[in-house]
């Protein structure tokens, strides 16, 4: 693919995707009660059924169950467009001359599949609770499991995305 295609992509969406997680942002405190402090957060690392039951339960009785159901939805489109967006950035600093940059940039990319992967898998577990207003130990665990993985993810991409633009910036004001 084109540098300049990859790169196109990159921006579209990399950017698009953070532009998502700022809303689900902004969303987050209609989720936050006694029961689930941290919001969506809670509902993510709950672990049980009782767990998940209880803050779906706290959810609907604030009237916020249908905006919880939207923001996952939400959550999976944004999954997608970041995910790809910094894969495709990844791929791009994986192109530099510079073997420093190209390591990041091999970094950013792999850590961006496993990263998409375990949020989908995460936020899939998610939506088949809400949906069907039930918790289930099984997919309360796995969500649980993958939350961990999936915010590592994010941390790494988002990083070593700023990372590899301030390389690349410095790199090209010295040369």
């Not at 989720?31 to 767990?51: C, K, V, W, Y």
């Not at 970041?82 to 600093?93: D, I, M, N, S, T």
């Not at 633009?165 to 090209?172: A, E, F, H, K, Q």
Request: glycine letters at 10%; one cysteine or more; charged letters at 15%.
């Amino acid at each position: 693919m084109a540098e300049g295609k990859l790169e196109r992509r990159f921006w579209r969406f990399w950017l698009s995707g953070l532009l998502l997680l700022a809303l689900m942002i902004a969303m987050n405190p209609a989720f936050s009660n006694e029961i689930s402090p941290f919001g969506m957060r809670d509902h993510q690392t709950a672990g049980t059924a009782l767990r998940v039951d209880a803050i779906q339960g706290a959810w609907q009785a604030a009237g916020v169950l249908n905006l919880a159901r939207f923001g996952m939805a939400i959550d999976l489109v944004y999954i997608a467009i970041y995910a790809f967006g910094a894969y495709c950035g990844g791929r791009l600093f994986s192109q530099s001359s510079k073997p420093a940059l190209r390591r990041l940039g091999w970094t950013i990319a792999v850590t961006a599949i496993i990263g998409g992967a375990a949020d989908a898998i995460e936020t899939l577990c998610q939506c088949v609770q809400i949906m069907m207003l039930k918790g289930s130990d099984l997919l309360a665990g796995v969500a649980a499991t993958a939350q961990p993985v999936k915010t590592i993810a994010f941390l790494v991409t988002f990083f070593g995305l700023l990372t590899a633009l301030y390389i690349r910036r410095t790199t090209r004001r010295a040369g």
